[in-house]
Nanobody, 120 residues
Framework: DVQLVESGGGLAQVGGSLRLSCAAS????????VGWFRQAPGKEREEVAC????????FYRNSVKGRFTISSDSARTRVYLQMNYLKPEDAGVYYC?????????????WGEGTQVTVSS
């Protein structure tokens, strides 16, 4: 079974940093695009960063470029999101996501999310 378990959320000050971690199991990274989404209260869930997007490149939404970095461990069992220079608009629940490609297209998995709060 595919499992995605996030950790590392919490409270940070504006300008501060947090590192999110997602423990991933039950699938192969080669078969899925793996990344992070977030959802702020009253807003739609939005993609933040992703490995293996449709064009094969690492994706970052414009508002986090230069501040956030997505990475994985060498065994490709964990996905990280290093968040620097945090802004109030970065607050929300962050979700780890695996989205199937090729013969796995249509299969999407989510973690339960981890809360990120940014205080000024």
């Amino acid at each position: 079974d595919v499992q995605l378990v996030e950790s590392g959320g919490g409270l940070a000050q504006v300008g501060g940093s947090l590192r999110l971690s997602c423990a991933a199991s039950g699938f192969t990274f080669d078969d899925y695009a793996v990344g992070w989404f977030r959802q702020a209260p009253g807003k739609e869930r939005e993609e933040v960063a992703c490995f293996g997007s449709s064009n094969g490149r690492t994706f970052y939404r414009n508002s986090v470029k230069g501040r956030f970095t997505i990475s994985s461990d060498s065994a490709r069992t964990r996905v990280y999101l290093q968040m620097n220079y945090l802004k109030p608009e970065d607050a929300g629940v962050y979700y780890c996501n695996a989205d199937g490609r090729g013969r796995y297209r249509g299969r999407t998995y989510w973690g339960e999310g981890t809360q990120v709060t940014v205080s000024s």
